[in-house]
Every structure is written in C-alpha cells, then in structure tokens.
C-alpha cells in the first residue's frame, strides 16, 4: 500500500518533466532563425599544376637557419626571436584566447556556490500579515546553503562556444607562428643583402686600384708623347666615379646593419657590432660564382597540398573561419530553450538557537527552462552579425590562399631564371678570366701592351661583381621560399571546415 501511494504522489512530478520535455523539443523545433545566411565558400587549391610542379625538394625545418651555414646568423635571429616586442604581444594574445577558452569550458561544469547570512528583520503591520500575531515583530533571519545549477546544454551552445574558443587559441598560435617566421626570415634576408654589398664592394675596391692602374699607364703614355690628356681625365673621372660609389656601398653596409638591428628591436650600436657575413664565402674563402645549388632551391612533390597545413598565415586564417563557424551554432542555440537543473540544501530558520538542528534543514531540486519569447529582433541581429563575420573570415582565407600560391609561384619561377642566369654567368665570368689570361700571356712576351691586360681585367672584374649580386639574389630567393613553404613549421590538427554553416 505505501508503494502504491508513493507511485501515486510520483506519478504527477513525472507527468509534468515529460511535458516540460515535449514543450522544449517542439519549441526547438519551431525556432526561426530569420532568412539570413552564409554566401563565401571555402576557395579549393587550383591552377597550380604548372606553377607549382613537383620538384623533388625538401620542406624545410625548424633548423633551417644552419643550412646556410653561417652561425653569426643564427645567433642574431635567436636574439631577435627573444627580444622581438611584435612576437611578445603575440604571445600575450595566445594567453589571452587561452585564458578565454578556459572560461568558455566552465559552461560545460555544473556552478556550485554557497550562501550564508543573518539578518535582522520586522514584518510590516500593513502587509499581507497584518492583523496577526507576526505583524510589527522582529525576528533574526539565519540560513547557510549551497546550491547547484548545471546546464544541460541540450543543443549544445556551450560546446560550440568551447570549441570556437579553442579555434581562436589554434589561430593566436599560428599568428604567432607566422610572426616568428616573418621575423626571422626578413632578419635572414637583410643578412643576406648585407653579405652581397660586401661582396659587391669587394670587387669596386678591387675596381678601384685597377682603375688606378689605367689612369698612371696613361700618363705614362701622355708623358711618351703617345697620348693627349683626354685619356687621363676620362680614366681620372672613372676613379672618382668608382670612389663615390664604394663610399655609397660603405654607407649601405651601416645602414643594413641597423636595419637588422632594428628588426632584432636593439639600437644601431647594437648594428656596428655585426661582423661580415660569411654568407655567399666558400670553405677556402673564396667567394662563390659558379652556379651551385641551394638548400632550398626546388619545391618539395606535394608543395600545393602541403601549403595549407604548413604555412602558418593560412593555418590561423583556416582556424579563424572554424572560430567563425562554431560562432553560428552558438548564436542559433540562442534561440533554443535553455534547461537547466538546480538544487539547493542548507539550514535556515528564524531562531538562531535552533540554527544546527535536523528540523532547520531545507532542500529544494528540479528543472527549469527558459526560453527567448520576445527580445526586440537582437538574436536575429547577433546571428546575422556571425554570418557577416564567417564571411569576412572565409573571404580573407581565401584571399591568403591566393596570396600563399601567387607568393610561392614567382619565388619558384625567380628561382629558375637565377639559375639559369648564374649558369650562363658562369661561362661568361670563366670566358673572361681566359681572356685576362691570354692578354696576361702576350704582355709577357711583348705581343700586348699592359693597357690591353687591364681592359681584359675590367671585364672579368665586371663579371665578378654580377657574379656577386646574382649569388645574392639566389640567397635571398631561397629564404623567401622557407617563408612561402612555412619554415618548418606544420598544424597538427586541421578542422573540420564546413561549406555552409
């Protein structure tokens, strides 16, 4: 008999949560989310097939640095990779949306909070106890409880915002990534620049003393009688000409070394301490003008794929559309009703003498929903705001896309004309050198006079400094490439993009 009766006091409590039930799941089925929508689709990797082949090269990786092997390189970019304020406030923005992420999981949790108070209170004689023996009396209010409230998250906004969170923490770190590659390239580039005008003022300082070697021959030949003075002004003014420009390369070389200072965010003194690259010298110290290869001078056999998890602009630009679209779910579950369940233990009553007694407990549990019936068009606003920004955000994806290919094409085709150009450089530099030689070969035996041996210097100590600047060039490219392939860094975990949220 008393289960039955218990069946009978349960009975109703059941009867009215699967109502509430079904009120919730037709409600949320009814919800209208307005007629806005998404209108940017995800851009696919195309046209690349010619411009991007398979090459056979390597990705390069964190270490990419030393296979340029000068170590004075790597030493300024580790000290500018430490002392960089731009890649401080990087990494502040990745504690920042990591800080954020933690408080979006904390929906996830049921809130537990515990209350406690004394007071003090009279019951007004013109209330609804008037006229009873309770009104105008004072009495002392104590309670002490804690309560819990869990969102069950029923359409899984808490979730979707959890996860939009953590997409914007994957997308500080890549940004971070990104600036840190950035940093260390254009660091490594500068570097390399620095190297070719001391290669180029190498060969003007060696211009520089030949030429002076032609205006005293030609002196020499006015003294002879066999000359006018037209030959010793013309080679005069070519010393003078060449003299400016080694002191414009000098000041080039200042100027380079507080850029790289600059970028390292250290002072110009910091510049000066900057000793000459060994950047385009060969082991023996000569410097290189032959058309050797480069560590990263070809694309690596699946470049075209490999650019959408390697190169960090386009990994924070994909994980800010995931952001954008988690952003959507969570702004349609605003519509949605919002069940909750509750519960509250804890001791109260209005005789403090009486607080710690089994009689003073008091308990309460159940359900709740909450749903938005009328808020002014605002969710219909919020969500069609999430639209605009999943499109903005798929729009600039693409446009890095883009960017990331184009960027990484004409590094490639740069790349090939420069090899090429250092090859057939190469075999007008050796031409020269064997005409210098044969020049050098008749003079010795009387067949040449001395001016003709300094002609055919000229043109070899021409051939040299474009050696020099193409080497430079090659360089230059190559790093360029380590930024368009990423630089070793990769995105372990891809989202899960859809096309229309």
């Known amino acids: 008999m008393a289960s039955m009766a218990t069946?009978?006091?349960?009975?109703?409590?059941?009867?009215?949560?699967?109502?509430?039930?079904?009120?919730?799941?037709?409600?949320?089925?009814?919800?209208?989310?307005?007629?806005?929508?998404?209108?940017?689709?995800?851009?696919?990797?195309?046209?690349?097939?010619?411009?991007l082949p398979a090459e056979h090269g390597a990705w390069p990786d964190a270490s990419w640095v030393d296979r340029f092997g000068d170590p004075q390189l790597r030493t300024l970019v580790d000290e500018a990779v430490a002392d960089s304020p731009t890649l401080q406030a990087a990494m502040a923005r990745v504690e920042a949306a990591r800080a954020l992420a933690q408080g979006a999981r904390s929906g996830l949790y049921p809130h537990v909070d515990v209350q406690g108070g004394i007071a003090r209170e009279r019951i007004s004689e013109t209330d609804v106890l008037r006229g009873t023996s309770l009104a105008g009396k004072w009495f002392d209010q104590v309670h002490l409880?804690?309560?819990?409230?869990?969102?069950?998250?029923?359409?899984?906004?808490?979730?979707?915002?959890?996860?939009?969170?953590?997409?914007?923490?994957?997308?500080?770190?890549?940004e971070q990534q990104s600036a840190r590659l950035l940093l260390s390239t254009s660091v490594a580039r500068v570097y390399a620049r620095l190297a070719t005008l001391y290669a180029v003022r190498d060969v003007t300082a060696t211009t520089i003393a030949q030429r002076r070697d032609l205006a005293g021959l030609e002196r020499a030949r006015h003294v002879a009688g066999l000359d006018t003075q037209v030959g010793i002004t013309l080679q005069s003014a070519s010393v003078a000409s060449i003299e400016a420009e080694l002191t414009q390369l000098d000041d080039a070389i200042d100027v380079t070394r507080h850029q790289i200072a600059a970028l390292m965010g250290k002072g110009p003194?910091?510049?000066l301490a900057i000793a000459r690259p060994t950047l385009l010298v060969a082991p023996q110290g000569a410097p290189h003008d032959g058309?050797?290869?480069?560590?990263?001078?070809?694309?690596?056999?699946?470049?075209r794929i490999g650019l959408l998890s390697r190169r960090p602009d386009l990994v924070a630009a994909r994980w800010r559309v995931e952001a954008a679209s988690k952003d959507i779910e969570t702004a349609k579950a605003e519509f949605l009703p919002d069940i909750s369940v509750s519960a509250m233990g804890g001791l109260t009553t209005i005789t403090p003498s009486d607080f710690l007694l089994g009689a003073s407990r008091a308990f309460s549990f159940g359900p709740s929903v909450t749903?938005?019936?009328?808020?002014?068009?605002?969710?219909?606003?919020?969500?069609?705001?999430?639209?605009?920004?999943?499109?903005?955000?798929?729009?600039?994806?693409?446009?890095?896309?883009?960017?990331?290919?184009?960027?990484?094409?004409?590094?490639?085709?740069?790349?090939?004309?420069?090899?090429?150009?250092?090859?057939?450089?190469?075999?007008?530099l050796e031409l020269s050198r064997q005409a210098w030689a044969l020049a050098t070969d008749r003079w010795h035996v009387g067949l040449a006079d001395q001016l003709t041996v300094l002609d055919a210097q000229t043109a070899v100590l021409a051939a040299q400094r474009q050696a020099a600047q193409l080497r430079g060039q090659q360089v230059d490219l190559m790093m360029a490439?380590?930024?368009?392939?990423?630089?070793?860094?990769?995105?372990?975990?891809?989202?899960?993009?859809?096309?229309?949220?």
């Open 7 to 51: 069946h009978r006091r349960l009975a109703p409590r059941w009867t009215a949560w699967a109502a509430i039930a079904f009120i919730v799941l037709a409600l949320g089925g009814c919800a209208d989310f307005g007629a806005g929508r998404t209108t940017q689709t995800l851009a696919p990797v195309s046209g690349t097939a010619r411009s």
């Open 145 to 174: 409880s804690a309560g819990l409230t869990y969102d069950l998250d029923f359409w899984g906004k808490h979730r979707s915002a959890l996860q939009s969170a953590l997409s914007t923490v994957r997308e500080a770190d890549a």
């Open 269 to 271: 003194d910091r510049g």
């Open 291 to 303: 058309p050797q290869a480069g560590p990263f001078d070809r694309l690596p056999d699946d470049a």
């Open 371 to 428: 749903l938005p019936v009328f808020e002014g068009g605002k969710l219909r606003a919020d969500l069609h705001g999430r639209y605009a920004q999943y499109d903005a955000a798929v729009a600039d994806y693409n446009q890095t896309l883009v960017d990331a290919l184009r960027e990484t094409a004409d590094t490639v085709g740069s790349l090939h004309a420069v090899a090429t150009a250092r090859t057939q450089q190469a075999q007008a």
């Open 481 to 501: 490439l380590v930024w368009n392939l990423g630089g070793g860094y990769e995105d372990d975990a891809r989202p899960q993009l859809a096309e229309k949220p």
